[in-house]
């Protein structure tokens, strides 16, 4: 099995140490698996665990005070997506779930955890960190209804760190993407990780996940671009360096990207931060 991982896309984190050593466990979890996607879950099953990425029990809060998860999982021949769910923390195994159980997509909200709870995954977790309830807690809050919202989530809406994998066993390849999404969104915001070739895309050959400026990551189709860079001849490598470059002077936001052919060639990029880890049960 080959798993390559990322962290996110952003700013340095203040225990890159600490960081680099639950990326590098992440990827253990996942080699030690028997076919890419049970590899893919397990790695970013670890890293939805771990409070030092927002993602699963390090979620960012929205605009109402609460953190809501977003996963995908796509292979070569099927894709699921999971979005704004409210107290649950493995977001990628309501996506697997959606891709292997559905005849779906994506599914969203109060229905997804719904049918995350129906499948025997943890809902009602509390998603807060002594860090994050310390952050939230040094705002003021806005009050009244979204629209009142507006002017504040614009004036301190940002942030990203996604968490994301990308496997192959030879054959196949998967690519798994999950968040706790941006801080100070506005409530019920989703950005680009369940959105198929945005946050998260695979083809026959390639497997792809990104992380950075959601709504732009969106609005360029970020995962689907290198994919096809990769499909048009690029190695991994190339491609990610390639087309990162053409989306920050196309967008002037940050963004990174990791990617694997299913030969086991890997790719990563970035125009921030962004930590990562690798390894092969062949090496």
């Given amino acids: 099995m080959d798993v390559l991982v990322h962290g996110g896309a952003g700013s340095k984190p203040d225990e890159p140490d600490v960081c680099q050593k639950r990326l590098d466990d992440a990827v253990a979890d996942g080699v030690a698996e028997t076919d890419p996607v049970k590899a893919a879950v397990a790695t970013v099953r670890t890293l939805e665990a771990a409070p030092q990425f927002n993602a699963g029990r390090g979620s960012a809060l929205q605009s109402d005070g609460h953190a809501r998860t977003d996963a ?24 697997r779930v959606v891709a292997t159980e559905t005849p779906h997509v994506l599914i969203a909200g109060e229905h997804a955890v719904e049918l995350a709870d129906d499948f025997g995954i943890e ?30 989530v614009r004036e301190r809406f940002g942030g990203s760190d996604t968490v994301g994998a990308v496997t192959t066993d030879g054959e196949r390849v998967v690519a798994a993407t999950s968040t706790g999404g941006r801080w100070y969104a506005l409530a019920g915001r989703v950005g680009d990780v369940p959105q198929v070739g945005a946050g998260f895309y695979a083809t026959d050959s390639v497997a792809v996940s990104t992380t950075g400026a959601g709504e732009a990551i969106a609005r360029f189709g ?26 920050a002077s196309e967008t002037g936001e940050h963004a990174g990207a990791i990617a694997i052919d299913r030969t086991g060639q890997i790719g990563t990029a970035t125009n921030a931060h962004m930590q990562t880890a690798h390894d092969s049960d062949e090496q």
């Fill in 222 to 247: 970020l995962a689907r671009r290198v994919a096809d860079a990769v499909e048009g001849g690029d190695d991994p490598q190339t491609a990610t360096g390639r087309v990162l470059r053409g989306f």
């Fill in 123 to 152: 809902t009602g977790c509390d998603l807060t960190t002594p860090q994050t309830r310390k952050r939230w807690a040094e705002t003021s809050p806005p009050e009244g209804t979204p629209r009142a919202h507006l002017q504040w």
């Fill in 72 to 95: 995908g999982l796509m292979t070569e021949d099927t894709a699921g997506a999971a979005c704004s769910m409210a107290g649950v923390e493995h977001a990628i195994e309501v996506a």
